[in-house]
């Protein structure tokens, strides 16, 4: 099994900081890439930032400039640094693990999401 979970959301006033983490651990034999995805009401998950093990991150042009993720490969966890935020960042924000178990194929993996309230 693989598990991912998420911690850090909360609700903050627009223009403040917060700060996700994600941890994953299980019978992970290889992390091809994390990253982060919300998910508003009524609205589709949408992709936030994701970092491919090895790569650069990618960014939604909504966040950049924004949000930092970053990675500790070490500890198999990703993060999600939010600065300058707005109320429309409102959402349940999932964190996201593409990666390969011990004698299986690639999957995604998905964590049980954590809400992030901006209010204005």
């Known amino acids: 099994q693989v598990q991912v979970v998420e911690s850090g959301g909360g609700l903050v006033q627009a223009g403040g900081s917060l700060r996700l983490s994600c941890a994953a651990s299980?019978?992970?034999?290889?992390?091809?890439?994390m990253g982060w995805y919300r998910q508003a009401p009524g609205k589709q998950r949408e992709l936030v930032a994701t970092i491919p093990s090895g790569g650069s991150a990618n960014y939604a042009d909504s966040v950049k400039g924004r949000f930092t993720i970053s990675r500790d490969g070490a500890k198999n966890m990703v993060y999600l640094s939010m600065n300058s935020l707005k109320p429309e960042d409102t959402a349940v924000y999932y964190c996201?693990?593409?990666?390969?178990?011990?004698?299986?194929?690639?999957?995604?993996?998905w964590g049980q999401g954590t809400q992030v309230t901006v209010s204005s």
């Open positions: 299980g019978l992970i034999a290889r992390i091809n890439a």
């Open positions: 996201h693990l593409r990666g390969t178990r011990w004698g299986g194929s690639e999957s995604d993996y």
